[in-house]
């Protein structure tokens, strides 16, 4: 496929393939690319707390009201690892919040997001303003009524729309070690292949959830990455039951995705998920999580292996937190894995959590 914009980690795969290069390289590369975590996943990072105060815009025609406000988080701490030196690790991230509303009842909105526009230490996968993708910072943009939403940007396809990751309820760690290990899947699927612009669908009915998706090749080159996915959702006496279901294919894969999770979340403070997926040349994931909320701490395990022809690649993640008060909390991390055997080394952090 000729692409303009930077190789990823599914295309070097796919050539591996078509080469006859050792099959364990075209899994383990397979593998990097579908279960990589989705950054910006820290509580910290969607903070509700405003930091400006909301301002009304001035309305114009065709516009019933319209707002915008700004939040932001930050960490400091100290990382390393099994195979890395110990450092000082920061980040920072700004997002943006602008939100209207027609005359009608029409919604509309943006979120411009400065992920980790400041981001160093072990672990980081962040420059400046690039992703770890190539793009630039995150942006979405929406509409909603009553024909459901439509959302276009740096978003979710419709299988990890679908799909709830084994760290629902996890407090996080400043350097998400407890993501980073080798067996964790963070349900992206093929999101990211081409440009990393998705266009998504969504629409509900009571407690009953559906998504369609697409990703272009801007090149031309090859058809669209289509995603589809079915969320259900129920309460019952003492918590609620979260189920998903997703689809998504690629002309630049050789094979589409399926998985399916749950998640319950009980009154108690205990949350527990698994998911499955089905995974491109023959390879299963499944994943397992658990997280406990008490007075002020919230501690966090999660486990995940890859099944291939080649033998397992597994990993396990423990993350805790304090509740400091303010918008403030001590947070603590941990990831190891193997890959087909080998040992793929270990991370941590430890550090301070900011939320504005």
């Not at 941990?334 to 959590?353: I, M, P, R």
């Amino acid at each position: 496929m000729a692409s303009q914009g930077p190789q990823t980690t599914l295309d070097r795969a796919t050539a591996l393939a078509s080469t006859g290069i050792d099959r364990s390289s075209v899994i383990n590369a397979t593998i990097v690319f579908i279960s990589r975590p989705k950054s910006g996943t820290f509580p910290a990072h969607n903070s509700d707390n405003s930091i400006f105060a909301t301002t009304a815009l001035v309305a114009t025609a065709g516009i019933a009201s319209a707002d915008v406000s700004l939040s932001g988080s930050a960490e400091m701490g100290i990382a390393g690892g099994a195979d890395a030196e110990t450092v000082f690790f920061q980040s920072v991230d700004v997002r943006f919040r602008l939100t209207g509303e027609t005359d009608n009842g029409l919604s509309f909105g943006a979120t411009i997001d400065l992920d980790d526009a400041i981001e160093s230490g072990a672990g980081s996968t962040r420059q400046g303003l690039v992703d770890v993708d190539g793009g630039t910072a995150d942006f979405t943009v929406f509409i909603r009524g009553a024909f459901g939403t439509l959302t276009m940007g740096d978003t979710d396809g419709a299988f990890d729309w679908a799909m709830t990751e084994v760290n629902a309820g996890s407090p996080g760690s400043i350097n998400d070690a407890e993501t980073g290990h080798a067996g964790f899947n963070g349900n992206s699927g093929y999101d990211g292949g081409f440009n990393g612009q998705v266009l998504r669908y969504d629409y509900s009915i009571g407690d009953l959830g559906v998504a369609v998706s697409a990703e272009i090749d801007e090149t031309g080159a090859d058809d669209a990455i289509l995603g589809l996915g079915f969320r259900y959702g129920f309460d019952f006496a003492g918590g609620s039951l979260a189920l998903g279901l997703g689809y998504q294919d690629s002309d630049t894969a050789p094979d589409a995705i399926i998985g399916i999770s749950a998640s319950v979340e009980l009154d108690t403070g205990l949350t527990a998920t698994v998911n499955y997926s089905q995974l491109p040349f023959d390879v299963d994931h499944v994943g397992l999580g658990a997280s406990y909320e008490f007075d002020a701490f919230t501690v966090h395990a999660n486990w995940g292996r890859y099944d291939t022809s080649l033998g397992d690649t597994d990993g396990f993640g423990l993350a805790a937190s304090y509740d400091l008060g303010g918008g403030a909390s001590l947070h603590l991390g941990y990831g190891d894995g193997e890959v087909l055997g080998v040992d793929a080394g270990s991370t941590w952090s430890l550090g301070v959590a900011m939320s504005f």
